[in-house]
T-cell receptor, first 114, second 119 residues
Framework: AQKVTQAQTEISVVEKEDVTLDCVYETRDTTYYLFWYKQPPSGELVFLIRRNSFDEQNEISGRYSWNFQKSTSSFNFTITASQVVDSAVYFCALKPSGTYKYIFGTGTRLKVLA | DVKVTQSSRYLVKRTGEKVFLECVQDMDHENMFWYRQDPGLGLRLIYFSYDVKMKEKGDIPEGYSVSREKKERFSLILESTSTNQTSMYLC??????????????????FGEGSRLTVL
């Protein structure tokens, strides 16, 4: 079975706090891609990052960083020094290579309070 | 920039009415998708199209049909709406061809969504 679990339904933090959004996936495929998307209140999902299964290097982009660990089947997303503009629903997704099928998690709503 | 445009942001319909949701993308993407988004359920795929006039059922195709007569346009049709179709509908496109042995790494580009309420 292929599945993406985002156990945190909603997280609230105060501005400038660091926050980590968890993503755990299940797949039997050896080649796959993992994604994070952000959905602000406007509704449009925005692509944040793609990672393939052979690249376990962590990535940092400004205040955002991603930790991919195949050993625990996790692809966690950390926002450092959170800002109000980070308030959104964040989705983690899995896509096996060679297919069109994207498996989305149920999303984590992040509220950053001023 | 890629733009995916959905025809209606908000719709209110009565049970049994027909709904036609249109999606247009301007980057010549081969693949287009219709998802519905519900609280606690994430995004679920309704239909997928990988070329003009080609379509495949997703996870929840019942009660829906689609049309892709032109590459840039993918329409979702609800022939006779029911209250359980009240939802947010999201269109997406993807730039990479599908096929055996062809890697698809493309991220999805989404429209702003169409929120449908069926009374």
């Amino acid at each position: 079975a292929q599945k993406v679990t985002q156990a945190q339904t909603e997280i609230s933090v105060v501005e400038k706090e660091d926050v980590t959004l968890d993503c755990v996936y299940e797949t039997r495929d050896t080649t796959y891609y993992l994604f994070w998307y952000k959905q602000p209140p406007s509704g449009e999902l925005v692509f944040l990052i793609r990672r393939n299964s052979f690249d376990e290097q962590n990535e940092i982009s400004g205040r955002y960083s991603w930790n991919f660990q195949k050993s625990t089947s996790s692809f966690n997303f950390t926002i450092t020094a959170s800002q109000v503009v980070d308030s959104a629903v964040y989705f983690c997704a899995l896509k096996p290579s060679g297919t069109y099928k994207y498996i989305f998690g149920t999303g984590t709503r992040l509220k950053v309070l001023a | 920039d890629v733009k995916v445009t959905q025809s209606s942001r908000y719709l209110v319909k009565r049970t049994g009415e027909k709904v036609f949701l249109e999606c247009v993308q301007d980057m010549d993407h081969e693949n287009m998708f219709w998802y519905r988004q519900d609280p606690g359920l994430g995004l679920r795929l309704i239909y997928f199209s990988y070329d003009v006039k080609m379509k495949e059922k997703g996870d929840i195709p019942e009660g829906y049909s689609v049309s892709r007569e032109k590459k840039e346009r993918f329409s979702l049709i609800l022939e006779s709406t029911s209250t359980n179709q009240t939802s947010m509908y999201l269109c997406a496109s993807s730039p990479t061809k599908q096929g055996v042995g062809v890697q698809n790494t493309g991220e999805l580009f989404f429209g702003e969504g169409s929120r449908l309420t069926v009374l």
